[in-house]
């Protein structure tokens, strides 16, 4: 079932990413300029994070497996809805279908991990579940570069992957589902039963830095690239092996906790960007590395902090949150480095690096404080 989630979560979260090479030729297919094109991709992320909080909450209410099964039949319906496509309009509104279907996946079956396996090898799942929500967006790009260019075949590609997951998880996945919950869990459940402890909020506070970092980077790259003398390409070449670290996450989990592991990988983070704000070829390959490196223990870290301090009753809507704060990051990074860019590599990289650093921080206070409910 894990590797058939995992599978499920590189094809589901790619569609984040698979359109970013596709600028061009959505711009000429649909006679519009590129800036517009990308915007198949802001309409899809847009959906995407919204839905995380829509979706999470079902998951609690009715079961973990039957929401992954409507979510990627959903996708696969939407999927090719994007690839039927004749006008821009509407491969806009086919992308934010598409995105509010797919965000049903992530919080289902983060949940449905951790419910699922034994509390021995939880760790080990949620990082196989990380690495493959992280490693998607490299091989999505490289698979559509790789492509004819054409997005409706891609999507047409895509969509019977899909139906052929969800056919699989038919028969794999668990069909539990959350018993009825007793007054004090259905009173943890509603949001602000979450809000009163102190750990998942400052965790949801933290997981905004994490890809705000990560996009701001890259975005920054490619905007000063020939100004620090850097190749791109060998710069993203570079960031792709450390995303194995998602794997140490789960022994360091094991033996140090869930919140040591997020706090260290937001450090790492942290220091990568103050590395990189010097500016130079061998600094930003040099930071290239040891985010990656950073961002794949910070995610697994946090998502474990997250669920383990909830109860079935309330790990969808936690996880949800989590996930939209996640992707709020990812999606607000790209314009707050066209504002930082003009002024240099240090003021853009450097405000990203504190702000890993005051959620390390505030992660660490926030752990420390006792929590008014009681998760198990």
Known sequence: MLALLMACGFLVVGQLYVTIPL????????????????????????????????????????????????????????????????????LLLARAVQGLAASIFPPSALSLVTEDLPAQHRPLGVSLMSFAFLGAAPLAQLFAAGSNGELPAIMFQLAPLYAVGALGLAFTASSKRTTSAPQNDAQAARPAGLLRDPGIVAAWLAAVTVLLGFVSFYSGA?????????????????????????????????????????RLGLILAAAALGIAAIATPSAALLASAFLSGGVALAVPGLIATVAGRTTNANRGRALAIYSFALFVGASTAPPIAQALAGLGAAPLWLLSAVLLLLAALGLTFGISRPSSSSPR
């Not at 600028?23 to 992320?45: E, M």
Request: aromatic fraction near 10%; avoid cysteine; charge should be positive.
């Open 23 to 90: 600028v061009r030729g959505i711009a000429s297919r649909f006679a519009v300029d590129p800036a517009r094109a990308s915007l198949s991709g802001t309409a899809f992320g847009l959906a995407y994070a919204a839905g995380f909080l829509i979706f999470g909450p079902l998951s609690d209410r009715y079961g973990r497996k039957r929401m992954i099964l409507i979510g990627l039949v959903g996708t696969t319906l939407a999927t090719a809805l994007v690839g039927m496509a004749s006008g821009f309009g509407f």
């Open 222 to 262: 490619q905007i000063l690239g020939a100004t620090i003398g850097v190749d791109l390409q060998t710069l993203r070449l570079v960031g792709l092996p450390p995303l194995l670290f998602t794997f140490a996450a789960a022994p360091l989990t094991r033996r140090y906790g869930a919140t040591v592991t997020a």
